[in-house]
């Protein structure tokens, strides 16, 4: 079983659509979560991370976390061309001094 | 300069070059980490080191030799590559508190390709 979960997608949006991004996790006792941005041929970006249960706004990302399902969302409100990327959750467990990626949402979003 | 910083940018070497791959942190982190992200693969975490100790070899071949003179500084030495060693090189750095890390923050890395 995969440590953290994500659906490899394409996930395909229409441009002001809300873009919805999901990764499980399987360390019951992981702490905090994050959410990466990554253009092809780039390096991941950090543009949200969450620590406790509930939502966590900033600007048109939502992170959502949900420790007792063990799972973190992100939401994009107003997508556009330009979030067209790949985003990659990584989960921090307890105890555990690095970072476990999942493999990767792929979002197209469509003009 | 901020942020995280990788040099070179694109890097073609041949099998039987020695080469090294330099990063610099000035974000005040203690914790330094190299990874490898081939084609259409996720991200394989190489190296760790915290504190300049490295703390977490993922079974990378000895082709693969890090350094980590200060907190500020990582560098990953390269010697006898195979072609199958292409990818992108990141470099990433955090900071640690015990056994806990916070946010990662990556470099732009290194393009490599092994002829």
């Given at each position: 079983q995969k440590e953290v979960e994500q659906n490899s997608g394409p996930l395909s949006v229409p441009e002001g659509a809300i873009a919805s991004l999901n990764c499980t996790y399987s360390?019951?006792?992981?702490q905090s979560f994050f959410w990466y941005r990554q253009y092809s041929g780039k390096s991941p970006e950090l543009i949200m991370f969450i620590y406790s249960n509930g939502d966590k706004e900033d600007g048109r990302f939502t992170a959502q976390l949900n420790k007792a399902s063990q799972y973190v969302s992100l939401l994009i409100r107003d997508?556009?061309?330009?979030?067209s990327a790949t985003y990659l959750c990584a989960v921090n467990g307890f105890g555990n001094e690095k970072l476990t990626f999942g493999t990767g949402t792929r979002l197209t979003i469509i003009p | 300069e901020t942020g995280v910083t990788q040099t070179p940018r694109h890097l073609v070497m041949g099998m039987t070059n020695k080469k090294s791959l330099k990063c610099e942190q000035?974000?005040?982190?203690n914790a330094m980490y190299w990874y490898k992200q081939s084609a259409k693969k996720p991200l394989e975490l190489m190296f760790v080191y915290n504190f300049k100790e490295q703390?977490?070899?993922?079974?990378?071949?000895?082709r693969f030799s890090p350094e980590c003179p200060n907190s500020s500084h990582l560098f990953l030495h390269l010697h006898t590559?195979?072609?199958?060693?292409s990818a992108l090189y990141l470099c990433a750095s955090s900071q640690m508190a015990g056994t806990y890390t916070y946010e990662q923050y990556f470099g732009p890395g290194t393009r490599l390709t092994v002829t």
């Open positions: 360390d019951r006792g992981s997508s556009q061309p330009s979030d | 000035h974000l005040g982190h703390t977490e070899n993922n079974s990378v071949p000895s590559l195979q072609p199958e060693d």
